[in-house]
């Protein structure tokens, strides 16, 4: 590895000990390989090369399930873990959730909240909740956890700059239309503001909520929807989503064996038998895999570096959905 003035001569080092049986050598340098100390922490380097390479320059959109937020330290290591994506090359956009911490306000402030079809009913009080929480507190907290490791983080809603779009979603249940208030889809993307400070070498991070052209109101979108909109819209080359389960259970909630790689048609041939916040989980990844992204993941936000496992490691730790092969659908 050379350092930044690019003198890889100036700091080379004649102490330590050597490891194992390995032949050693005088500080001459000759006659075999002498063996540092960190010996493996330079193997562990390397091993990523691979996957340096492969996802160098490639934007990754990581959605951040509330559910995973369970602790300081997670939330700490997810911060260095989209830092270090950064620092490697890749171009992170965070997009975060934050269901259990908006139904803990709605509770205090004694307003009553259900979920339908894995959304949550918005009444417009709600919704005043909702985007208090998101963009005024959830998302500053990422912000400031990124922003320890440099000028780093900008955080934006679907309000900003057209970001995102929407229009009210009404859910379908068994064939009945559902009113669910301020709950929106999305209509359109203008992913300008997020593609401006990606190339500024920033982290977006993105609170899931947008204003409608019909009606002018806010709505509130679930954020696993929102993440995958816009990893098709930045022609992302992963969706990862970071939730609180290992994976997509096979038989959930009766055996925890996880799929660990689903083509786009096995997921659509799942998807009426999934239930609650897995729905729009998995109906995100769909989307993303047959509109350009490669692969869409969904991986438990509760381990620790998670996301460096994923992406730099032969060790895939969730659900893989990619394309269905050339041919087939
Ligand atoms: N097939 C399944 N596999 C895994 N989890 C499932 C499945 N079906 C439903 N779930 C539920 O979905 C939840 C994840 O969605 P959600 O609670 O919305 O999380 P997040 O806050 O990360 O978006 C899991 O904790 C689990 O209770
Ligand atoms: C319409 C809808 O359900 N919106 C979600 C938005 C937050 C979200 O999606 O948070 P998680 O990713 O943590 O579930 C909600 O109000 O809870």
């Not at 500080?27 to 390397?46: I, Y």
């Not at 934006?156 to 889809?185: N, P, Q, W």
Request: glycine residues 10%; contains cysteine.
């Amino acid at each position: 590895m050379t350092t930044d003035s690019g003198d890889t001569t100036a700091t080379t080092t004649t102490a330590t000990t050597t490891v194992g049986d390995a032949p050693t050598t005088d500080a001459s340098g000759t006659g075999g390989t002498r063996r540092h100390t960190a010996l493996p922490k330079a193997r562990t380097l390397v091993e990523a090369l691979p996957w340096l390479t492969r996802h160098h320059g490639k934007t990754v959109v990581v959605k951040f399930g509330g559910n995973a937020m369970v602790d300081e330290e997670l939330k700490a290591a997810f911060a260095q873990d989209v830092v270090f994506l950064r620092h490697a090359g890749l171009k992170p956009v965070v997009v975060h959730g934050g269901g259990p911490q908006i139904s803990r306000q709605l509770d205090r402030m004694g307003i009553t909240s259900e979920f339908k079809a894995g959304l949550r009913v918005t009444t417009p009080e709600a919704m005043d909740v909702v985007r208090m929480v998101l963009a005024g507190q959830v998302q500053r907290e990422l912000v400031g956890l990124l922003n320890q490791h440099g000028p780093l983080a900008v955080g934006l809603t679907g309000e900003d700059a057209h970001l995102m779009t929407a229009t009210k979603h009404y859910a379908d249940m068994d064939g009945e239309r559902v009113d669910l208030g301020r709950v929106g889809e999305i209509t359109a993307i203008d992913p300008g503001a997020v593609q401006a400070l990606l190339d500024d070498g920033r982290i977006p991070v993105i609170s899931s909520i947008a204003r409608s052209a019909d009606d002018g109101h806010v709505y509130n979108v679930n954020a696993d929807t929102a993440a995958a909109a816009l990893a098709v819209a930045l022609g992302a080359e992963t969706l990862m989503v970071l939730t609180d389960v290992e994976g997509l259970y096979e038989d959930w909630p009766h055996s925890d064996e996880v799929i660990s790689r689903l083509t786009a048609s096995e997921l659509e041939r799942l998807l009426p038998e999934l239930a609650s916040g897995m729905v729009p989980k998995m109906e995100g990844c769909l989307y993303a895999v047959r509109n350009g992204v490669t692969t869409a993941r969904v991986i438990d936000g509760r381990v620790q570096h998670s996301i460096l496992l994923e992406i730099f490691t032969d060790e895939g730790i969730g659900t893989m959905v990619v394309p269905d092969p050339e041919g087939q659908s």
